[in-house]
C-alpha cells in the first residue's frame, strides 16, 4: 500500500503555469504506476497522465497533451505534474494515484488515491 499527499494547487490566470506535487510514502513507491485525475465542477473524475514505475512510459490524455507533463522522482518518493498553458477548462480538483501494476491507463487499476488539490484557473 501507498499512501499520497498532493500539494501545489491554487489560483492561476489562464495561460499560467503550475506544478502540482504528489508525495508518497511507502516502501513500493518505486514499484508503482502513478497516475494523475481531475475532477471539475459537474464533472466526472477523468484520466489526466500516467507514467510507469521507472519513468520511461508516459501518456496524457488529449485534451492536455502537450501541456502538461507528468515525471517522478523515486528517489524522494515524488510524482509531479507540470502543468503549462492553462485554461480555464483545466479548472478541477486534481488526484494522484497509485495502482499496483507497473503501468496503467484505466482508472479502475488504480486503488490508492490522494485528497486532492483544487486548481483553479481563471480568464
Known amino acids: 500500500q501507498v499512501q499520497l499527499v498532493e500539494s501545489g494547487g491554487g489560483l492561476v490566470q489562464a495561460g499560467g503555469s503550475l506544478r502540482l506535487s504528489c508525495a508518497a510514502s511507502?516502501?513500493?513507491?518505486?514499484?508503482?504506476?502513478m497516475g494523475w485525475f481531475r475532477q471539475g465542477p459537474g464533472k466526472e473524475r477523468e484520466f489526466v497522465a500516467a507514467?510507469?514505475?521507472?519513468?520511461?512510459?508516459?501518456y496524457s490524455a488529449d485534451s492536455v497533451k502537450g501541456r502538461f507533463t507528468i515525471s517522478r522522482d523515486n528517489a524522494k518518493n515524488t510524482v509531479y505534474l507540470q502543468m503549462d498553458s492553462l485554461k480555464p477548462e483545466d479548472t478541477a480538483v486534481y488526484y494522484c494515484a497509485a495502482t499496483g501494476l507497473p503501468w496503467a491507463l484505466t482508472p479502475s487499476a488504480y486503488a490508492n488515491w490522494g485528497q486532492g488539490t483544487q486548481v483553479t484557473v481563471s480568464s
Open positions: 507514467i510507469s514505475w521507472s519513468g520511461s512510459n508516459t
Open positions: 511507502g516502501r513500493a513507491f518505486s514499484r508503482n504506476g
